[in-house]
């Protein structure tokens, strides 16, 4: 039976975190993730995923100046220092509450430069990582959502992947961000599984529940299980209404 994540970053928004990660258990949901939590206490997260028993998947480096526009600092040349600091952060926040990645967010960034600077900073993320037992992710973003975002496709993330060189480096596959950039969904899960470390899922093209729009991820779930994929399935979307009036997918789905 495919097992679902409670993206947290969308889902419950209204809530605290560790009330979200409460309301994700009493809604079935079998782990949870989250996007920035560094407003919560480390303790306080902890303790709730101590009282319910989920895991908590990951978490992303924080964006930056969000105000100026930063969506991640990884992969843009001269914010090095600042890079890493947020890197040393989504670490060290990871293995206080027991997370089992981090999501190293590469910016709005383009070239060879570019590309430099986000290998090396995710060497001293993998390498840092390592030592708490964390695994670093990168996620291709869609040109839509996340203009001029350095990594918009999986065959990208893979490049970067293979120059960083690391076993700890995997890619986050995001089926509704793939969706948009590149289609061809099933071909794309089989010839990457090994490099992927964790998936996500929305409808297409409106980001909302996943039990409609152009993915049948009823058939991408079976496949998935084809290939002996086991790790829970992130639900990464924006609620229609509330997250608790659109749930009855969970239970579709399994």
């Known amino acids: 039976m495919t097992r679902f994540s409670a993206n947290l970053g969308f889902l419950w928004q209204e809530l605290s975190l560790p009330d979200a990660i409460r309301a994700a258990k009493a809604a079935g949901f079998d782990a949870v993730e989250c996007h920035y939590p560094y407003d919560t206490p480390a303790e306080a997260a902890r303790q709730a995923l101590k009282e319910t028993?989920?895991?908590?998947?990951?978490?992303?480096?924080?964006?930056?100046?969000?105000?100026?526009?930063?969506?991640?600092?990884?992969?843009?040349?001269?914010?090095?220092?600042?890079?890493?600091?947020?890197?040393?952060?989504?670490?060290?926040?990871?293995?206080?509450?027991?997370a089992q990645n981090v999501h190293v967010m590469a910016g709005k960034a383009g070239g060879a430069e570019a590309r430099a600077t986000f290998i090396a900073n995710l060497r001293y993320a993998c390498e840092n990582a390592d030592k708490v037992g964390v695994t670093v992710l990168i996620e291709p973003l869609?040109?839509?959502?996340?203009?001029?975002?350095?990594?918009?496709?999986?065959?990208?993330?893979?490049?970067?992947?293979?120059?960083?060189?690391?076993?700890?480096?995997?890619?986050?596959?995001?089926?509704?961000?793939?969706?948009?950039?590149?289609?061809?969904?099933?071909?794309?899960?089989?010839?990457?599984?090994?490099?992927?470390?964790h998936i996500q899922i929305a409808a297409v093209p409106d980001r909302r529940e996943p039990d409609h729009g152009e993915i049948d991820y009823r058939h991408i779930l079976?496949?998935?299980?084809?290939?002996?994929?086991?790790?829970?399935?992130?639900?990464?979307?924006?609620?229609?209404?509330?997250?608790?009036?659109?749930?009855?997918?969970?239970?579709?789905?399994?």
């Not at 600092?73 to 220092?81: H, N, Q, S, T, V």
């Not at 992947?161 to 061809?184: E, P, R, S, T």
């Not at 998935?224 to 579709?252: C, F, H, M, V």
């Open 142 to 197: 869609n040109h839509r959502d996340a203009p001029s975002y350095f990594l918009q496709t999986a065959d990208q993330a893979l490049d970067i992947i293979a120059a960083v060189g690391d076993a700890n480096l995997k890619l986050m596959f995001d089926c509704y961000h793939i969706q948009i950039m590149q289609g061809d969904l099933t071909h794309r899960l089989q010839a990457h599984l090994p490099a992927i470390g």
């Open 53 to 98: 028993g989920l895991p908590m998947l990951g978490l992303n480096t924080a964006r930056g100046n969000v105000a100026a526009g930063d969506n991640g600092l990884a992969a843009i040349p001269g914010r090095e220092e600042e890079a890493l600091l947020l890197i040393n952060q989504a670490i060290d926040y990871a293995a206080a509450i027991g």
């Open 222 to 254: 079976r496949f998935l299980e084809s290939l002996g994929y086991d790790k829970p399935i992130g639900a990464e979307y924006r609620p229609a209404t509330t997250t608790d009036a659109g749930l009855a997918w969970l239970q579709a789905y399994r």
